[in-house]
Each structure stands twice: as structure tokens, then as C-alpha cells.
């Protein structure tokens, strides 16, 4: 009994090799932050390998993506990020969302959510690691971009509208 559960397993396992998930690779930056948002060299490097992986058009694969079901596991993984915070896609947002998302990202780089520990678990990734210097680095270059929005923009184009019905008694 043990033997064919073990065969089946196997079976089942060399199977599912063959159900490939599509790749993250348009790379297409029509929309993307860079295009009216100024970004240095040095943060530019920064969020290659921290940041770009799981929220922009253009995903580096490591090779266990092509062994199932790790492979399925980084797709959600990568879907989800670009769900949140697609940096490929980020002019299409209204101004005030861009100014959310900026600030978004000074929140969660300053808690240290971002990247997820996840994505660095066992070393895999451990170049994804933010150092504190990284950190301030980052956060700085968001701000300066909302600062950049408020001279740009009336203060009240900056904040998001609030969404559903109005609270009750109005």
C-alpha cells in the first residue's frame, strides 16, 4: 500500500512539472513611476533588487520558479505585490493615489514590512535585504516625490476620495 502511494506521488508530482504558470516579462514601461517621477542611480539600484521583482512588469526568476509548486507559489506571490503596488503602472493612478502609494511606501519600507520576510527567508534573496542606510534612502527619495506633488498640485487633488456610500445622518 505504502509503494503505490509513494508511485502515485511521485506520478503526481512529475505531472504537475508540466502545468506552468505565465512569466512576469513585459517590461513595459509606458506607465511606468520613472517616466515623470526622477529616481538616482543609487535608488534605482536599490529597488531593482529589493522592490522591482514583485511590483513592477519585469520579474527575475530564481531557479526553483521552474519546479513546481514552488513556481505557482512565486506567481501569487508576484500577482499579489503588483496588486498592491505596480510600479510598472503607477502613471495610470490618479494623482492622489500616486500620493497615497508614495506614502504607502515610506510607511511600509520605515516598519520594515517591505520587503517581506518572506522574500528573504533561507538567504534566497538576501541581497533584498534593505540595510537601514537603504531604508532612509528609499524613504527619502518617496518624500521628496510628495513634496514635489504638493508644489504641483492644490492640496485637495492629493487626497484619495472616499469610497461607498456617506456615513449615516448625512
Not at 533588487?49 to 521552474?66: G, M, Q
Not at 534612502?137 to 469610497?163: E, G, H, N
Request: net charge positive.
Amino acid at each position: 500500500m505504502k509503494k503505490k502511494i509513494g508511485y502515485a506521488l511521485v506520478a503526481v508530482l512529475v505531472l504537475i512539472q508540466f502545468i506552468r504558470p505565465d512569466r512576469n516579462l513585459s517590461d513595459d514601461r509606458t506607465l511606468d513611476f520613472s517616466q515623470k517621477y526622477p529616481v538616482s542611480e543609487e535608488v534605482k539600484a536599490v529597488m531593482a533588487v529589493a522592490c522591482n521583482d514583485c511590483h513592477t512588469n519585469l520579474t527575475r526568476y530564481p531557479w526553483y520558479a521552474n519546479v513546481q509548486p514552488f513556481g505557482w507559489i512565486l506567481t501569487k506571490h508576484v500577482n499579489d505585490g503588483k496588486r498592491h503596488l505596480n510600479l510598472s503602472t503607477f502613471l495610470r493612478l490618479p494623482v492622489a493615489v500616486q500620493n497615497h502609494k508614495l506614502e504607502e511606501i515610506i510607511e511600509q519600507v520605515k516598519e520594515k514590512e517591505m520587503p517581506l520576510p518572506s522574500y528573504t527567508w533561507l538567504g534566497l534573496h538576501a541581497d533584498a535585504n534593505l540595510t537601514d542606510e537603504q531604508r532612509v534612502l528609499i524613504t527619502t527619495w518617496a518624500q521628496a516625490q510628495m513634496d514635489t506633488l504638493r508644489a504641483q498640485y492644490p492640496p485637495d487633488s492629493l487626497v484619495m476620495k472616499r469610497r461607498g456610500p456617506p456615513p449615516s445622518g448625512m
